[in-house]
């Protein structure tokens, strides 16, 4: 059972560019949560999905940045306009709908802006 | 905000235990206590859940004081690999978001 797959582990943007991280979440499993992590810092929430909805966007800073997870497919984080300030490791995770919080992550994208 | 509060970082021998304590004064009746684990630059790991029973699974023991105001994680023969950063995470155990407070550094020196 493959775990969590992220892609690509590694991302390198110049600013105004576009950023595209994909999340495959463990099969069988309907919710994903994408988190941030910035150099020398905590991990932060960012968004909960479900198949095509939004749960839980708290965390997702207004502007520049979205998330889907289509009925098909991966779940999508995208960042337009990337600045140096989203240089960080961003971490997806997954559960089913019956483990509580127990969620497993992925290995991260590590996006550098240059 | 996080719940918890956590010592900033540890060290422990090789082969020994690791106690890794937890302090959650204001956890209501309702939350579950989590450890989460992050080896460096990898996404982070499940390790232990517990309400009020103390739990012990491959991993790790979790023991719960009685009135639910701290926790223990303990790694009973903490090895090289188990050097990471531990989450203790006051969580209500109904899915969403979970609050990564700053966590304590476990480093295991041979």
């Known amino acids: 059972n493959a775990g969590v797959m992220q892609n690509p582990r590694h991302l390198v943007r110049r600013r105004g560019q576009e950023a595209r991280l994909r999340c495959s979440p463990m099969?069988?499993?309907?919710?994903v949560y994408w988190y941030r992590q910035l150099p020398e810092e905590g991990l932060k929430f960012m968004v909960y999905?479900?198949?095509?909805?939004?749960?839980?966007e708290s965390g997702m800073p207004k502007e520049r940045f979205s998330a889907e997870f289509p009925k098909e497919g991966p779940s999508i984080l995208r960042i337009q306009q990337v600045v140096r300030g989203d240089s960080a490791a961003y971490f997806c995770a997954s559960s089913p709908s019956f483990e509580g919080s127990i969620q497993y992550f992925g290995a991260g994208t590590r996006l550098s802006v240059l | 905000d996080a719940k918890t509060t956590q010592p900033t970082s540890m060290d422990c021998a090789e082969g020994r235990a690791a106690n890794l304590p937890c302090n959650h004064s204001?956890?209501?009746?309702?939350?579950?206590v989590y450890w989460y684990r992050q080896i460096h630059s990898q996404g982070p790991q499940y390790i232990i859940h517990g309400l009020k029973n103390n739990e012990t699974n491959e991993m790790a023991s979790l023991i719960i004081t009685e009135d639910r105001k701290s926790s223990t994680l303990i790694l009973p023969h903490a090895t090289l690999r188990d050097t990471a950063v531990y989450y203790c995470?006051?969580?209500?155990?109904?899915?969403?978001?979970?609050?990564f407070g700053q966590g304590t550094e476990l480093s295991v020196k041979p």
């Open positions: 099969k069988g499993h309907s919710h």
């Open positions: 204001t956890i209501s009746g309702n939350e579950y």
């Open positions: 995470i006051v969580d209500g155990n109904q899915g969403g978001k979970l609050i």
């Open positions: 999905l479900q198949k095509e909805n939004i749960i839980d």
